[in-house]
């Protein structure tokens, strides 16, 4: 029976916060794999949307997510790096807000490793004609007429458009609403890299 996370010491959230993430990646229903990622578009303006979680990694401090290199968040992350993803979880009343500078990553072998391994029911996400988000004359979901997502053509276009979204984490906000509250920012140590520091706040 894992410690319930309202009896965690200091010293064991940063270990727990990644290991609950990294545990969602492979929980199809788990609710952290399905994050908020917020960042700020060009108009300084906030943006807001769900993501799936494809990669948590605690040495690298990295949280990933994929998406069509033409979307909206793609635009506000070139021009605003700073974005933050935020979780929750119900079972627990945890919710687990973790900050820091994203990049998109287009066109690399890393994407091209990725985007090989999508299913072909997931690929029809980054394979419609025109940018997600372009006004449609009426309802549709935006895909080539005779769309194959195993045509050549279509295999080709998707590594393209296809991209990686990854988070360097600098810090996460840990917050637990039970039967009492805890709060807690866990902040990546300067040196060594790998390593995390927690202090508790005021909820
Ligand atoms: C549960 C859920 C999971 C989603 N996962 C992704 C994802 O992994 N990548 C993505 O680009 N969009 C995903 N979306 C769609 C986005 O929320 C959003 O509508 C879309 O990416 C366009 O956002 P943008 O215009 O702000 O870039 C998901 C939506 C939901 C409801």
Redesign the pocket.
């Known amino acids: 029976m894992p410690t319930p996370l309202l009896a965690l010491s200091l010293a064991e959230l940063p270990e727990t916060a990644w290991d609950l993430l990294a545990r969602s990646l492979k929980r199809r229903k788990d609710p952290l794999r399905?994050p908020?990622?917020a960042?700020v578009g060009g108009d300084g303006r906030p943006?807001?949307?769900?993501?799936?979680?494809?990669g948590a990694d605690p040495q690298a401090g990295t949280l990933v997510?994929?998406?069509?290199a033409r979307?909206?968040?793609?635009?506000?992350l070139l021009q605003h790096p700073w974005a933050e993803l935020c979780f929750f979880t119900p079972r627990h009343g945890l919710q687990l807000r973790a900050v820091g500078d994203a990049r998109v990553l287009r066109g690399e072998e890393r994407c091209r490793q990725a985007w090989a391994k999508t299913p072909g029911g997931s690929r029809r996400?980054?394979l419609t004609e025109d940018a997600?988000?372009t006004p449609l004359a009426c309802a549709g979901d935006g895909l080539p007429k005779g769309y194959d997502p195993d045509s050549p053509e279509q295999l080709a276009r998707g590594q393209e458009l296809f991209a990686i979204?990854e988070l360097s984490v600098e810090r996460i906000d840990w917050l637990v609403l039970g039967s009492e509250h805890r709060r807690a920012e866990i902040r990546r140590d300067d040196e060594p890299r790998a390593s995390w520091t927690a202090t508790w706040l005021v909820p």
Do not use: C, E, I, W
């Open positions: 399905t908020v990622l960042t943006q807001a949307r769900h993501v799936v979680l494809r997510a994929y998406t069509d979307s909206q968040k793609v635009d506000a996400s980054y997600p988000g979204v």
